[in-house]
T-cell receptor
Framework: GAGVSQSPSNKVTEKGKDVELRCDPI?????LYWYRQSLGQGLEFLIY????????KSGLPSDRFSAERTGGSVSTLTIQRTQQEDSAVYLC????????????FGQGTRLTVV | KQEVTQIPAALSVPEGENLVLNCSFT??????LQWFRQDPGKGLTSLLL?????REQTSGRLNASLDKSSGRSTLYIAASQPGDSATYLC?????????????FGKGTLLTVNP
């Protein structure tokens, strides 16, 4: 596609339910990042993929969070047993390769846990 | 751990003014530094990418400089317009060890008044 696509754009879920957030990077981009932006806060790094591999998952805030990437393309961020503090905008970015190239962001998924 | 500070946190100027946004970072081991703008409720739009070997990058009315050794970058906006109103974020990309990600400051909220 022309840009990074994220779906859904908005998600309201009940506390305790599981949610899946999807990111379609720009075609051919090998690097993919997930960030979280809570109200009034800066962007918090969650996880980085190079191809299908995530070298470091330590940015994930708890074991309720997991992410995968398949075929070097689409990535899914899964949050299990959602809590109210998970409410935030989840942003995905991709770049052609990690080093030296521009990162492009999607429009984000706004998650609200009620 | 990379830390990024942006000054000022907020700035309000009349249309037509030239202005400078400041970004400082603590770890100079970076591949590049990227400036973004974020409009309310939207994702991030890339403005400029400066490689670590460069000192300056220009795009239209925007000029970004980088002093890697002192951990500073500035974004200069010439002849500001109301459409420039947004939050501006800088993000260095780490080059080593566990510092391999884009780290964001909290941004400068710019308001350009007609």
């Amino acid at each position: 596609g022309a840009g990074v696509s994220q779906s859904p754009s908005n998600k309201v879920t009940e506390k305790g339910k599981d949610v899946e957030l999807r990111c379609d990077p720009i075609s051919g981009h090998t690097a993919l990042y997930w960030y979280r932006q809570s109200l009034g806060q800066g962007l918090e790094f969650l996880i980085y993929f190079q191809g299908n591999s995530a070298p470091d998952k330590s940015g994930l805030p708890s074991d309720r969070f997991s992410a995968e990437r398949t075929g070097g393309s689409v990535s899914t961020l899964t949050i299990q047993r959602t809590q109210q503090e998970d409410s935030a905008v989840y942003l995905c970015a991709s770049s052609l390769q990690r080093m030296s190239t521009e990162a492009f962001f999607g429009q984000g998924t706004r998650l609200t846990v009620v | 751990k990379q830390e990024v500070t942006q000054i000022p946190a907020a700035l309000s100027v009349p249309e037509g003014e030239n202005l400078v946004l400041n970004c400082s970072f603590t770890d100079s081991a970076i591949y590049n530094l990227q400036w973004f703008r974020q409009d309310p409720g939207k994702g991030l739009t890339s403005l400029l990418l400066i490689q670590s070997s460069q000192r300056e990058q220009t795009s239209g009315r925007l000029n970004a400089s980088l002093d890697k050794s002192s951990g500073r970058s500035t974004l200069y906006i010439a002849a500001s317009q109301p459409g420039d109103s947004a939050t501006y974020l800088c993000a260095p990309l780490g080059s080593g060890g566990s510092n391999y990600k884009l780290t964001f400051g909290k941004g400068t909220l710019l308001t350009v008044n007609p």
